[in-house]
T-cell receptor, first 115, second 111 residues
């Protein structure tokens, strides 16, 4: 079946502009994660959605970052007033967590470059 | 604070030369240790989940093992197509939703 898709694949924006990144999870997956991957660094947790529960926003680095999810489908990550340090690959992952199994399936990522 | 350290940062092997990658972790209440493979320009691909010390899992030329302090990813007789970055991540019972990732080991297998 179809995997996790993300759009755009690449985004170049000027400092101070807002950007919106999109994630389409695997159908039926109730859990959705956003991560940031800076060059040479590990994945950094940003936010987690699980069904209709309140999202876990504990990883968002500043109030310029926000994310929404429509039911158990599409999610958007919005970065306002982008800064050069926001340049990174933003990865989305989804999973279907029965019991203790949390195997995440990742999308290809959106490479964001802030000039 | 939960930490995940992977070593070595980079590893070059001749085709057929077996080796191991290390993932050392410090976590309060391990809820799972995960291995992923990441190819350039792509998202990580799930490989294994390990939950308790002594557990082992295998997939083709890869075998993952877990102790109370570290995990090893053993690669037996690697092929060039095994070249990728291998990522380790942990989850704990206290911060349930967060996965803590290491920085990865970049593996290159030379024909």
């Amino acid at each position: 079946g179809a995997g996790v898709s993300q759009s755009p694949s690449n985004k170049v924006t000027e400092k101070g502009k807002d950007v919106e990144l999109r994630c389409d999870p695997i159908s039926g997956h109730t859990a959705l994660y956003w991560y940031r991957q800076r060059l040479g660094q590990g994945l950094e947790f940003l936010i987690y959605f699980q069904g209709n529960s309140a999202p876990d926003k504990s990883g968002l680095p500043s109030d310029r970052f926000s994310a929404e999810r429509t039911g158990e489908s599409v999610s958007t990550l919005t970065i306002q007033r982008t800064q050069q340090e926001d340049s990174a690959v933003y990865l989305c992952a989804s999973s279907s967590p029965p019991a203790a199994v949390y195997e995440q399936y990742f999308g290809p990522g959106t490479r964001l470059t802030v000039t | 604070e939960d930490q995940v350290t992977q070593s070595p940062e980079a590893l070059r092997l001749q085709e057929g030369e077996s080796s191991s990658l290390n993932c050392s972790y410090t976590v309060s209440g391990l809820r799972g240790l995960f291995w992923y493979r990441q190819d350039p320009g792509k998202g990580p691909e799930f490989l294994f989940t390990l939950y308790s010390a002594g557990e082992e899992k295998e997939k083709e030329r890869l075998k993952a093992t877990l102790t109370k302090k570290e995990s090893f990813l053993h690669i037996t007789a690697p092929k060039p197509e095994d070249s990728a970055t291998y990522l380790c991540a942990v989850r704990n019972w206290n911060t349930g939703n967060q996965f803590y990732f290491g920085t990865g080991t970049s593996l290159t297998v030379i024909p």
